[in-house]
């Protein structure tokens, strides 16, 4: 017969033994309401994931970028200046509209090297400005007017 005291130690000990018996690999349990279940993530010989991509409650998948990757696609054309600097090559459509975004406190340019493609100010803390990419695919490169270091580049596709 089991007393009082000794049914809660095996109480407590079978909660235990269940407990990490549904913590292992392949437990089983479903995921909570409202989020998907994904299958485990590929491990290399070290134990560590393999997987680039998150699987997203949506069900759409991110992926992560490539290590080095110097390119942005058109989505959301923008170009973020920060530090007296533009970022990475940005890549766009031809006539699509193009947004700088100028966090720094300074105001700068964003102006074509050659033939007038375009050239907006944008004041500083915060300031925004657009302009529309040239109709003519190619690479154009660009400086701030300001700030002779600052150059970038834009390729309309």
């Known amino acids: 017969m089991v007393t009082g005291r000794k049914c809660g130690v095996v109480a407590a000990l079978a909660a235990l033994v269940l407990g990490v018996a549904g913590c292992g690999s392949g437990g ?11 299958a485990p993530m590929p ?9 680039t991509a998150a ?18 696609s058109s989505a959301g054309a923008a170009i973020t200046i920060k530090n007296f600097a533009y970022g990475p090559t940005l890549e766009v459509a031809a006539g699509s509209t193009v947004t700088v975004t100028n966090t720094d406190s300074a105001a700068h340019t964003v102006t074509a090297d050659q033939g007038g493609a375009f050239d907006v100010t944008v004041k500083g803390s915060g300031g925004t400005a657009t302009f529309t990419a040239p109709g003519t695919p190619g690479t154009y490169t660009y400086h701030c007017t300001f700030h002779p270091n600052m150059h970038g580049t834009l390729v309309v596709k």
């Not at 699987?55 to 942005?72: K, N, R, Y």
């Open 28 to 38: 089983g349990t479903a995921p909570p309401s409202g989020t998907s279940a994904s």
């Open 43 to 51: 491990m290399d010989t070290a134990g560590t994931s393999t997987s």
């Open 55 to 72: 699987s997203t409650s949506t069900g759409t998948s991110t992926t992560a970028a490539s290590a080095g990757a110097s390119t942005t």
